[in-house]
C-alpha cells in the first residue's frame, strides 16, 4: 500500500514537470567544434560519450553523468527529463530529480529507448548505489549581501558532483552544502564554464590545463577554456598550438558605417569592444567566427581603441571614425 501510494505521487509529479525526452534533436549541432578530450559521461540515451559536449552536440542528449556506461541501474542515470506518461503502473525505483523514488508510468520505452536498465530491485539498492543531490543543494544558504571573489578560482568539488568556482561560490551561489578542495577527479572540460564575458585580469601568469593547453592565467583557464585543473606555469608540450594573443586587422580605417575586425584564433570565443578616449565603452560584440563586423554608425567623428580579449590575451587596435 505504501509503495502504491508513493508511486501515485511520483506520477503526479511528473504530471507537473514539462514533458522532456532524452534526445533532443534541436541540441544537435555538428558545427560546434567540441575538444577532443576524454572526460566520458554516460548519456540517458545508454551511450558513452567523450565529454560533455559531445554528449549535447552530437548526442542532443539531455542529461548524462560522468563515467563510461555499463547499461546497468548503478549508471544512476536521473530520469527526472524523462516522461513515462499519465499511467499509475508501478514500475521500480530510479533516480528521479536527485532522489531515489517509486517511479510509476505507462511504461520503460520512450522514443526508442528502453530505460528499464536503471531501474533498480530495491529502494536500498538505489540509495546504496547513487548519490542523492536533494540534500546536497540547500537554497537556504543564498545570502545576497555576500560578495565572491569570482576571477581567482579554487576550485572546489561539491557533493553534487561538480566542481565549482571557489568556496565562496559554491555555498552562496550554487548553494552546495558540502565540499571538499579541489575540482572533482576526472573533471577536466565543460563548456558551461565558459563565459567570455567574464572580468577576467589582463595579467599573464600562465598555467597549463588538463587539456594540455597553455592560459594566460587561471580566471581564463576556468571561463575561456572551460577548463577546472590545471598546473602553475605553461605547458612544456601542448596537443594543441598555445594560445597567443590575437593580431588584429581593423578594415577599413578610418571607417564611418561598418568595420571588419579579425586576425585570432577562431576556436575560441573572442570579446571585442570599442572604447573612446574617455575609457567608455561605446559598443561591445562576442564572436567565435574567424572575424566580426561591427556596425559603427553613429558614433562620433574621432579616434577610439578596438580591445580584444581572447583566452584571456589582450589586443588593441586604433580605429579612427569619419563623420
Same mark, same amino acid.
Given at each position: ?13 511528473? %504530471?507537473?514537470? $514539462? ?53 546497468? %541501474? ?69 545570502? !545576497? ?7 581567482? !578560482?579554487? !576550485? ?44 577576467? $585580469? ?15 592565467? %587561471? ?27 590575437? *593580431? ?5 580605417? $578610418?571607417?564611418?558605417?561598418?568595420? *571588419? ?7 575560441? $570565443? ?47 587596435? *586604433? ?5
Amino acid at each position: 500500500m505504501k509503495h502504491a501510494l508513493l508511486a501515485l505521487m511520483t506520477a503526479v509529479l511528473a %504530471a507537473q514537470l $514539462p514533458a522532456q525526452t532524452c534526445v533532443d534533436s534541436t541540441l544537435i549541432d555538428p558545427t560546434v567544434a567540441c575538444l577532443t578530450l576524454w572526460a566520458p559521461v554516460c548519456g540517458c540515451d545508454g551511450v558513452t560519450y567523450s565529454n560533455d559536449c559531445w554528449a549535447t552536440n552530437y548526442g542532443g542528449v539531455t542529461s548524462w553523468v560522468d563515467g563510461e556506461c555499463t547499461g546497468t %541501474a548503478t549508471d544512476c542515470v536521473d530520469l527526472g527529463g524523462v516522461d513515462f506518461g499519465l499511467c499509475d503502473m508501478a514500475m521500480g525505483v530510479v533516480m528521479y530529480n536527485g532522489s531515489c523514488t517509486y517511479l510509476s508510468g505507462c511504461g520503460w520505452e520512450v522514443d526508442e529507448v528502453d530505460y528499464s536498465v536503471y531501474s533498480f530491485a530495491s529502494m536500498e539498492d538505489c540509495q546504496a548505489s547513487c548519490p542523492e543531490t536533494s540534500e546536497c543543494l540547500d537554497p537556504s544558504l543564498a545570502d !545576497p549581501s555576500v560578495d565572491c571573489n569570482t576571477v581567482d !578560482p579554487a !576550485p572546489v568539488c561539491g557533493c553534487d558532483s561538480l566542481s565549482h568556482f571557489n568556496d565562496c561560490v559554491a555555498t552562496y551561489v550554487d548553494f552546495v552544502s558540502a565540499f571538499e578542495p579541489g575540482a572533482c577527479p576526472g573533471d577536466c572540460y565543460d563548456e558551461d564554464r565558459i563565459d567570455a564575458t567574464a572580468p577576467c $585580469p589582463f595579467n599573464y601568469d600562465p598555467v597549463c590545463g588538463c587539456d594540455s593547453i597553455t592560459y594566460s592565467n %587561471a580566471c581564463t583557464a576556468w571561463y575561456a577554456g572551460g577548463i577546472a585543473q590545471w598546473t602553475l606555469g605553461p605547458c612544456e608540450t601542448s596537443s594543441v598550438s598555445e594560445w597567443e594573443a590575437p *593580431q588584429l586587422q581593423v578594415a577599413p580605417n $578610418p571607417a564611418s558605417d561598418r568595420v *571588419q575586425v579579425g586576425g585570432w584564433h577562431p576556436a575560441a $570565443p573572442v570579446l571585442l569592444r570599442v572604447v573612446g578616449l574617455d575609457g567608455q565603452v561605446v559598443l561591445e560584440h562576442t564572436t567565435q567566427s574567424a572575424d566580426a563586423r561591427l556596425n559603427v554608425h553613429g558614433l562620433a567623428r574621432g579616434m577610439y581603441v578596438i580591445q580584444a580579449q581572447q583566452n584571456g590575451f589582450p589586443a588593441v587596435h *586604433q580605429l579612427f571614425i569619419l563623420e
